[in-house]
C-alpha cells in the first residue's frame, strides 16, 4: 500500500513567486493535514481536512497560504507571494476516520516538501 | 514558550547501550501522547500512542512511559543499534475534535556510534 506522497520533494522558488505543493494522502483516509518545519523550530500544525471540508485552519499563518482538497481526495498547498520566512519543511499526513477520538488514529507522515525562498 | 519540552535536546550512545528521553508537556487538555522517529530528510514515523490513562506502550525495542499526573512522558530505547540514530519526537493531542492537530515536541537527536 502506497503511503502519503507528496511533490515536488524540494523547490527553489524567488521571493515573490508562487508554489503549489501537493499531497497524496493514503487511499480511504478521509483526515489529510498540512504541518511545517521552519528552520530551527518544531514542527507545527497548519490545518486539518475531513474529505473536502476544512475542520481546523487554526495555523495557517495567513492569507498568503491557501489549501483545497477539491473532491476530498489530493490536497494542494498554494503559497503566494512566497516570502523568505516561508522556507522550511511541509508534511503532509493522513489517517482514517474511524477509531476513537480519545485513543486517536496513528497518522502517517508523508516525507516532506522542502521548500527554500530566495 | 512550547507547550511540549524535550530533554536532552542531543545525546550519543554507544551501540548496544540504552537510553531514556524525556518529555514534559503543558498542553491541557489532553488526548493522547505519541512518540515518532524521524531519520534525517525522512517524514516522522510514529512509534507508540498512548491515552491518558495508559501508562506503558511498547513497540520492539522502544518502551513508552506517560505519567498523566505529573504531564511526563519517557521513551526508553533497549540495546541500541546504529538504525536508531535519528530524532525522537514528543507530540501531544489536544482534547478537540481535531485530534490531529498536534503539537510537537524539538526532539531529541539520538547518535548511535559504533
Known amino acids: 500500500e502506497a503511503g502519503v506522497t507528496q511533490f515536488p520533494s524540494h523547490s527553489v522558488i524567488e521571493k515573490g513567486q508562487t508554489v503549489t505543493l501537493r499531497c497524496d494522502p493514503i487511499s480511504g483516509h478521509d483526515n489529510l493535514y498540512w504541518y511545517r518545519r521552519v528552520m530551527g523550530k518544531e514542527i507545527k500544525f497548519l490545518l486539518h481536512?475531513?474529505?473536502?471540508?476544512?475542520?481546523?485552519e487554526s495555523g495557517m499563518p495567513n492569507n498568503r497560504f491557501l489549501a483545497e482538497r477539491t473532491g476530498g481526495t489530493y490536497s494542494t498547498l498554494k503559497v503566494q507571494p512566497a516570502e523568505l520566512e516561508d522556507s522550511g519543511v511541509y508534511f503532509c499526513?493522513?489517517?482514517?476516520?474511524?477509531?476513537?477520538?480519545?485513543?486517536?488514529?496513528?497518522?502517517?507522515f508523508g516525507e516532506g516538501s522542502w521548500l527554500t525562498v530566495v | 514558550k512550547n507547550q511540549v519540552e524535550q530533554s536532552p535536546q542531543s545525546l550519543i550512545i554507544l551501540e548496544g547501550k540504552n537510553c531514556t528521553l524525556q518529555c514534559n508537556y503543558t498542553v491541557s487538555p489532553f488526548s493522547n501522547l505519541r512518540w515518532y522517529k524521524q531519520d534525517t530528510g525522512r517524514g516522522p514515523v510514529s512509534l507508540t500512542i498512548?491515552?491518558?490513562?495508559?501508562n506503558t506502550k511498547s513497540n520492539g525495542r522502544y518502551t513508552a512511559t506517560l505519567d498523566a499526573d505529573t504531564k511526563q512522558s519517557s521513551l526508553h530505547i533497549t540495546a541500541s543499534q546504529l538504525s536508531d540514530s535519528a530524532s525522537y519526537i514528543c507530540?501531544?493531542?489536544?482534547?478537540?475534535?481535531?485530534?490531529?492537530?498536534?503539537?510537537f515536541g524539538a526532539g531529541t537527536q539520538v547518535v548511535v556510534t559504533p
Open positions: 498512548m491515552t491518558f490513562s495508559e
Open positions: 507530540v501531544v493531542s489536544l482534547t478537540t475534535d481535531s485530534w490531529g492537530k498536534l503539537q
Open positions: 481536512f475531513v474529505k473536502e471540508s476544512k475542520q481546523d
Open positions: 499526513a493522513s489517517s482514517p476516520r474511524t477509531g476513537s477520538f480519545l485513543s486517536g488514529n496513528t497518522i502517517y
